[in-house]
């Protein structure tokens, strides 16, 4: 006679067990630390803008977000282990168009960027600029496609991994030029940039934030950028487009997540990291170092990963382009 009472009271019991655990998943901010996960060396333009956003985000929800750099293979070991990782809402990726539509199409990766990543907001955008050593006297971009032309296989450049936004920047120069200058890849900006100071390598598709400072004080030369309008910030430095018309290669960063984060903390997330994007102080700041906030929706971000996706890899295979 007690049988039904006894498994209507476990079913409740049972119940209220998922509940309380499906109320803790999605709990906003998480109660344990939230981490920013960022796929290159600190230092580098991801890690100078990711801090920004971290800082003022962390203040907004009142618990701090901890910027992790996880530097290595362009960017992918960072992807995977945020693929793979807690999807608890308290672990956040700055994703980073290299390991998000380039490098799936050049190398075997252990992550799907369309099925294993939810996006969440678009973080910065900004083109890469191709900057050399003061110390080579090259100062301009005609000058160094000549250059490479006088010394095919000898002139060599720096990315920040393979499949980056850099390696492919300086993958098509190569083919629209019609030069031979040879990828070396790096785990970051940061180290890239201190190898093209120091003159150990000849050139390096830079992203703003970190050449700026060296532009300024005349240590780097600004040679082009890659995107199709000169930023404000470098007015008096021509595209690449402006000599070789359509060439286009915009850096992005972008904040994703665990593709089994809960809708709710994915639209909550979006919700936060925008207002922080959309804040005065914020844009000001990220602006100083070359980087233009560009925040919306979850659905825009998919719609854009996708398409990036599928231009990036028509490129890849149509030239050929390697991770060697």
Avoid at 74 to 83: D, K, P, Y
Avoid at 131 to 147: C, I, W, Y
Avoid at 156 to 168: E, I, R, V, W
């Amino acid at each position: 006679m007690q049988r039904r009472p006894l498994v209507l009271a476990a079913a409740l019991a049972a119940g209220l067990s998922f509940a309380g655990t499906a109320a803790q998943a999605q709990d906003f901010p998480p109660k344990k630390a939230v981490t920013l996960v960022v796929g290159f060396a600190a230092g580098g333009s991801a890690d100078i803008a990711a801090r920004i956003i971290a800082k003022k985000l962390g203040e907004n929800i009142g618990q701090s977000v901890i910027v992790e750099n996880k530097p290595g293979a362009g960017g992918n070991l960072a992807h995977a282990q945020v693929a793979n990782g807690p999807a608890d809402g308290s672990v956040l990726l700055f994703g980073s168009i290299g390991p998000l539509s380039i490098a799936p199409h050049m190398m075997k990766v252990s992550y799907d960027p369309l099925k294993d990543l939810a996006p969440i907001t678009m973080g910065v955008t900004f083109p890469n600029v191709l900057v050399v050593p003061a110390s080579t006297g090259v100062k301009t971009l005609g000058e160094f496609v000549a250059k490479a032309k006088r010394e095919p296989g000898k002139l060599d450049f720096a990315s920040t991994g393979p499949g980056s936004a850099a390696h492919l920047a300086g993958e098509l120069l190569n083919d629209v030029a019609k030069i031979d200058t040879v990828h070396v890849p790096y785990k970051g900006g940061a180290p890239a940039l201190q190898d093209v100071l120091g003159g150990r390598v000849a050139a390096f598709y830079a992203a703003p934030p970190s050449a700026l400072p060296h532009i300024e004080a005349g240590k780097l030369i600004p040679l082009a950028t890659t995107g199709l309008a000169r930023p404000a910030y470098l007015p008096n430095v021509p595209t690449v487009a402006e000599t070789y018309p359509g060439f286009d290669a915009t850096n992005w960063y972008a904040f994703v997540a665990s593709a089994k984060t809960p809708k709710p903390l994915l639209d909550r997330w979006n919700t936060e990291i925008v207002k922080v994007l959309n804040a005065p102080d914020v844009r000001e700041n990220l602006l100083k170092h070359g980087q233009t906030a560009a925040p919306g929706t979850r659905e825009d971000l998919g719609k854009f990963i996708g398409t990036e996706y599928a231009k990036w890899g028509r490129i890849v295979r149509e030239r050929k382009i390697t991770a060697d």
